[in-house]
């Protein structure tokens, strides 16, 4: 009787620990074709440039996007988009940070409580904002995320259209007019 109760309870500890294994996965992850950002990884260019459509769609829901890529910014599912700052891929994080500084402001400094003075000009002309350095860190995405959640909740933004000047083609293909500038945290 002994040895039929250890059976069964390896045969539990077995089930229980491959489909643990199976639905591990973070409800965020990318991976899941019903989560918003599965069309990130999906891309079919390697550049930001207007062809980025679910990348620009997301943008293009203004404010309404927000509450859903503040949890994004912690997946670390690779998409095809390379960023010279990072000198490798982006995560889907790391696009939907990206998409956030599209629709409003979120100054590195005010969301993070970190100074960050230095920008790199790389020889082809490329400027790279330390503060990329944090937020491109796979390590500093759940920090990053909890801060920036704190920040928009006590921030107050205003809609400002943009020039024309700033109304870029991929901006102008995707309706997008302007962006959340910050009033007051």
């Known amino acids: 009787m002994q040895y039929i109760k250890f059976i069964g309870c390896l045969l539990v500890v077995l089930l229980t620990n491959s489909s643990f294994h199976f639905n591990n996965l973070p409800k965020e992850s990318a991976l899941n074709t019903e989560n918003p950002f599965f069309e990130l990884t999906q891309l079919k260019t390697d550049d930001l440039d207007c062809s980025a459509d679910a990348y620009w769609k997301l943008v293009s829901k203004g404010k309404e996007s927000i509450p859903a890529l503040m949890e994004g910014l912690t997946d670390t599912t690779p998409t095809t988009i390379y960023h010279p700052c990072k000198e490798a891929r982006l995560t889907v994080g790391d696009l939907c940070y990206l998409a956030l500084e599209e629709i409003a402001d979120f100054p590195a400094y005010a969301v993070t409580h970190i100074q960050f003075c230095t920008v790199e000009i790389r020889e082809d002309g490329t400027t790279c904002p330390s503060y990329y350095d944090y ?19 006590k921030a107050t933004y205003r809609f400002e259209n943009y020039s024309k000047s700033e109304l870029t083609d991929c901006r102008k293909t995707h309706g997008i007019t302007g962006k959340y500038k910050l009033k007051k945290y």
């Open 135 to 153: 937020i491109f860190e796979n390590g500093n995405k759940a920090d990053y995320q909890k801060k920036a959640k704190e920040f928009y909740e």
